[in-house]
């Protein structure tokens, strides 16, 4: 069992930044990725940022990779989610969650992702 809790969402200003943070407890996360997900009104969910658990490649959608960047510390027990130039279309609920298992290529879709969190919610005003 995995437990990941997000935070550091809230209301800011177009333009602006927010860094998330995704805590995860239980087993250890040693093989897989973690990705960020968002979901917002009348739109898919759509993954935006995702790391792998073992070397730490790093993915990005299209239409986030000059503005967001995922990383992790050393232990691999907390991630964040840096976003800049935030836009209201940024707006969302963020969820990260855990794939179990990573067999190359991205890992941004939302297949094999077994444990998620609750997420919290970025909202942007412009």
């Known amino acids: 069992q995995v437990q990941l809790v997000e935070s550091g969402g809230g209301v800011v200003q177009s333009d602006e930044s927010l860094r998330l943070s995704c805590t995860a407890s239980?087993?250890?996360?040693?093989?897989?990725?973690i990705g960020w997900f968002r979901e917002a009104p009348g739109r898919e969910r759509e993954g935006v940022a995702c790391?792998?658990?073992?070397?730490?490649?790093?993915y990005y959608s299209d239409s986030v990779k000059d503005r967001i960047t995922i990383s992790r510390d050393n232990t691999k027990t907390t991630f964040y989610l840096q976003m800049n130039n935030l836009k209201p279309d940024d707006s969302g609920i963020y969820f990260c969650?855990?794939?179990?298992?990573?067999?190359?290529?991205?890992?941004?879709?939302?297949?094999?992702?077994?444990?998620w969190g609750q997420g919290t919610q970025v909202t942007i005003s412009s």
């Open positions: 790391i792998t658990l073992r070397v730490g490649k790093t």
């Open positions: 239980g087993a250890p996360l040693d093989y897989g990725a």
């Open positions: 969650a855990r794939q179990r298992l990573y067999e190359g290529g991205t890992c941004l879709p939302a297949d094999g992702y077994d444990f």
